[in-house]
Structures are given as structure tokens and as C-alpha cells.
């Protein structure tokens, strides 16, 4: 099973179901594309039918999309728990999964994915404000009704689908409550998530797209080291 996936340091979406596959200890290898630079969405488009990453590929299925890969994930192995057991659970963790994908636009976009920077106060917090509170809502009644440390006590795949909403509150300083700081504090403390993080610091490349220097007009294009 292969999994392509773009820069570790800002690629929120291939970062879900990589965390996924390495915390449920699924045998998989990786290979990064790169999201920058001369040509990249030619070499996308070759590698992906979506011209985007993630993709899985397993024998001659290819898989775009990364709430169907981690379904493709729990349906290869059920047993692991990708998803809480009771169906009410299971539901809710999906809804919220899904609801990832389809919103947040404002943090998506005013708060690129970014590990390796720390700009707090650079994100004019009125414009994230809508989602910020979403999140109080949601977050803070599964953890308030799990116990937590995660959002369905132990680690699932709607964790993974927010584990990039959690580095952008820490890059960019954003105002939660303690529940939610306790929150990123655990996404930042799993295995999984420490391995994805050391090998994205290492990395070189620069995506002015997902500098938020860059987005404000601070920084020229093509300037950061
Ligand atoms: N809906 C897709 C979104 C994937 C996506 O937007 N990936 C970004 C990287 S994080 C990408 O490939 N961007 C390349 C481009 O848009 O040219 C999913 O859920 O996997």
C-alpha cells in the first residue's frame, strides 16, 4: 500500500490519513510530491486523477480523497478502531469527519498549515471567529461527553481530520478554551503525530501560497529561506 502525500509542513490534507495508517499500525510506504516549484501540478496531475494528494494506492485500487481512504482504511481492518464501535459514536465521529471537509473555510484559508512556523497575532481573529466558535461547540461537548483525551476518548479518524485545525491554532496563537488547549496539546503528544512533525521540519521547501507573510503581503514571493 502506498500513499502519496504533499510537503509535510503544510499539506493538511495528506496529513490525515497518514496519521491514520501509521497510528493504527497499517503497513504502508509514503513518497512526497512537491506542492511548489516549476511544473509541480504537471507531476500532480500525472500522479493523481485529482491532480491533488492525497492518493492510496493498494494493488489496482487508487484512492483520491481523504475521508474515503480512511474508510478504505477501517474497512481493511475493522478490528483497529479507526472509528469509536457504537454506531451513535461512530455517526457522530463521521458527521464530524465530514463536516471538516465541507467547512472551516475561513481557518483554511486565513490560517494555512504551517508546522514549522509560530506567527501568533498575525491572524485577524475576526475573521476565524465563526469557526473558532464552531469548534468550541463541537469539540467541546465530544471531550466534555468522552472524557477525552480525544474527541471520542481514544484516538479516531474524525482526530485525524482535525489534527491540522489543532497546528493552526499553535502556529498562529488562536484564543480556545482550556478543554480545547488540553485538545491540541494531546494531538501533538500522540506517536504518530510526532513522527509526521520531525520529518516535516526537516524539509527545505518553502510554499509562499501557505505563508502567511506571504498572504498579507509582508514578504515578497520567492524570498523565504
Ligand atoms: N478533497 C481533497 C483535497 C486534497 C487537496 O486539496 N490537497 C492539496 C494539498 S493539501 C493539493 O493537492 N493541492 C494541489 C493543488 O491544488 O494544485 C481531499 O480530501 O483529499
Redesign the pocket.
Known amino acids: 500500500m502506498k500513499l502519496l502525500i504533499?510537503n509535510r509542513n503544510?499539506?493538511?490534507?495528506?496529513m490525515r490519513p497518514w496519521l491514520v495508517l501509521k497510528h493504527f499500525d497499517i503497513p504502508f510506504e509514503d513518497e512526497v510530491l512537491q506542492?511548489s516549484g516549476e511544473g509541480?501540478?504537471d507531476v500532480?496531475a500525472q500522479r493523481?486523477p485529482?491532480?491533488?494528494?492525497?492518493v492510496l494506492f493498494d494493488g489496482g485500487v487508487v484512492i483520491?480523497?481523504?475521508?474515503a481512504?480512511i474508510e478504505y482504511a477501517a474497512d481493511l481492518y475493522p478490528e483497529r478502531g479507526i472509528w469509536p464501535q457504537d454506531i451513535g459514536l461512530r455517526a457522530q465521529a463521521r458527521a464530524a469527519a465530514a463536516e471538516m471537509?465541507s467547512a472551516f473555510q475561513a481557518l483554511r484559508s486565513h490560517a494555512p498549515m504551517n508546522l514549522r512556523a509560530s506567527h501568533p497575532g498575525k491572524v485577524a481573529i475576526d475573521t476565524v471567529a465563526r469557526d473558532l466558535h464552531r469548534l468550541e461547540t463541537l469539540w467541546g461537548g465530544l471531550l466534555a461527553a468522552s472524557g477525552g483525551p480525544f474527541l471520542f476518548g481514544a484516538f479516531t479518524g474524525a482526530d485525524a481530520m482535525f489534527a491540522p485545525v489543532a497546528t493552526r491554532i499553535r502556529t498562529y496563537g488562536l484564543p480556545v478554551s482550556d478543554l480545547l488547549g488540553e485538545y491540541v496539546e494531546a494531538i501533538y503528544a500522540l506517536p504518530a503525530f510526532q513522527e509526521w512533525r520531525a520529518m516535516a521540519l526537516k524539509e527545505p521547501w518553502v510554499v509562499d501560497d501557505d505563508e502567511i507573510d506571504v498572504i498579507q503581503g509582508r514578504v515578497k514571493p520567492g524570498t523565504l529561506a
Open positions: 504533499g503544510y499539506s493538511s490534507w495528506s506542492l509541480f501540478r500532480l493523481s485529482t491532480g491533488k494528494v492525497p483520491p480523497e481523504t475521508i481512504i471537509h
